[in-house]
């Protein structure tokens, strides 16, 4: 018959609390991808109406973006899957270097052609960045430099 000892006072007896980084860390992706997937979804089931005026730059981009019939589907497309992956914690640097070149075009539409949506571009910009450093373990060998 084998005995077990108490734990001494030294020794912790449940897990360590999770870090406040940790904690802020979850909200940050869960709230990235709560915006990409409801709005990549928009997209497709437009279920948030459209603004009655845009200036005639964003217009004209909007529109040139939907006669291609094929770039407004792709990046709705990689919004819901890139938002999908951040809300189910899966492949999260994955998610974040797909979705970086959509940002990045979210941030310049905002600055030169729609200037309103300017905060909550760099609200998506601030929660990626945030991620990416969180994340930035992933992608320390992609960064390296090869000789």
Request: with cysteine; proline share 9%; net charge positive.
């Amino acid at each position: 018959m084998t005995t077990t000892t108490p734990p001494s006072s030294n020794e912790p007896t449940a897990a360590p609390a999770k870090c406040r980084g940790c904690c802020l860390t979850l909200i940050a992706r869960v709230l990235m991808g709560l915006i990409f997937f409801v709005f990549g979804l928009n997209g497709f089931l437009h279920f948030i109406p459209q603004p009655k005026t845009m200036p005639d730059g964003a217009m004209a981009f909007f529109g040139a973006l939907m006669n291609t019939h094929y770039m407004l589907p792709l990046i709705m497309g990689t919004q819901v899957v890139c938002g999908a992956l951040l809300l189910a914690n899966r492949f999260v640097p994955l998610a974040l270097a797909l979705i970086a070149p959509v940002i990045v075009n979210i941030v310049a539409f905002h600055a030169f052609l729609e200037p309103a949506g300017l905060p909550m571009a760099a609200v998506v910009l601030a929660l990626e960045l945030y991620l990416a450093w969180a994340y930035r373990r992933a992608f320390k060998p992609m960064l390296a430099a090869r000789f």
